[in-house]
């Protein structure tokens, strides 16, 4: 039975290879990208992670705030919020950071005219909290709560997310494609099967073939969509190399889930079909 399959499988692929060859291709297409967007949502990875660090926002106090009223703000602040971390940066390291940012202060500093304000840290993941500071009394000013590397990483997770989904979406339209094929040929083929259901051929006996005929161009795709994936890898790869970044390579799981679509998911289309082709004809 099997030999008869791959026959008959076989004969229908040379009475149609030119199909044969544009569904290879066709699924080949999407399966492809479907495991390009799987891997570059592999590569985005640890850029998603960023989402979540933790940022650094500077406080500066008033001068007016002695030593001792600094400390109690900052012991108050802390038991009121203890998802923040609170620092104070000393006056050397202030005057350090002064003389590395603004050079042209050197002499103002070293003269000790100048009065600092007290400088504080505070180390959150959630930077825009540390925005209900601003209207206090004690403080001065609050710098910049923007984070790059969070902001990089919403957008990396965001476009994970898009990747993940086009992937699914391109992997149903290879299921429907083979399914659609599958279902051109039973038509095409509709007097032959018919001819032998009326000489008792089993169900199996007539599936056969089609399975054949269709699980070979899906191994061909399996194969184009494998060498396409690791093609546009190595060509990324490439240009984020010449961006500074980490370069894209297709992760072995990636090859597997192509090899698999491109082998089991015409087949399963196909087996479906068959059976809901078989089930019309029963109930006609």
Do not use: C
């Not at 840290?121 to 925005?131: D, F, G, K, Q, R």
């Not at 370069?247 to 068959?274: D, E, F, K, R």
């Amino acid at each position: 039975m099997i030999r008869h399959a791959v026959a008959e499988g076989w004969l229908l692929l040379r009475q149609r290879g030119a199909v044969s060859l544009v569904l290879a291709l066709a699924l080949a297409v999407p399966i492809s990208l479907a495991g390009m967007g799987l891997t570059l949502r592999h590569w985005l990875g640890p850029m998603v992670g960023l989402s979540g660090q933790s940022s650094t926002v500077a406080v500066l106090l008033h001068p007016r705030l002695d030593d001792r009223q600094r400390r109690k703000w900052i012991a108050d602040e802390t038991a009121a919020h203890p998802e923040w971390s609170i620092s104070e940066v000393s006056n050397e390291d202030l005057v350090n950071r002064l003389g590395r940012w603004f050079p042209y202060l050197d002499e103002l500093v070293a003269s000790g005219d100048a009065s600092l304000p007290p400088l504080i840290e505070i180390v959150t993941a959630v930077p825009e909290s540390v925005a209900i500071l601003e209207d206090r009394p004690e403080v001065l000013a609050v710098g910049p709560r923007s984070s790059i590397q969070q902001s990089l990483g919403r957008v990396s997770r965001h476009l994970a997310w898009a990747m993940g989904v086009l992937s699914a979406i391109l992997l149903a339209g290879a299921v429907l494609l083979a399914a659609v094929w599958v279902h051109l040929e039973l038509f095409r083929h509709a007097d032959e099967i018919t001819i032998m259901r009326l000489v008792g051929a089993t169900e199996r006996t007539i599936r056969g073939p089609f399975l054949v005929a269709v699980a070979i161009p899906g191994a061909v795709a399996a194969v184009l969509s494998i060498v396409g994936s690791l093609t546009a890898a190595s060509g990324l790869s490439r240009l984020t190399s010449d961006l500074g970044l980490s370069p894209i390579a297709v992760p072995p799981a990636v090859l597997v889930v192509q090899a698999a679509a491109g082998l089991v998911l015409p087949v399963v289309a196909a087996v479906l079909t068959l059976a809901r082709h078989a089930t019309d004809e029963l109930e006609g």
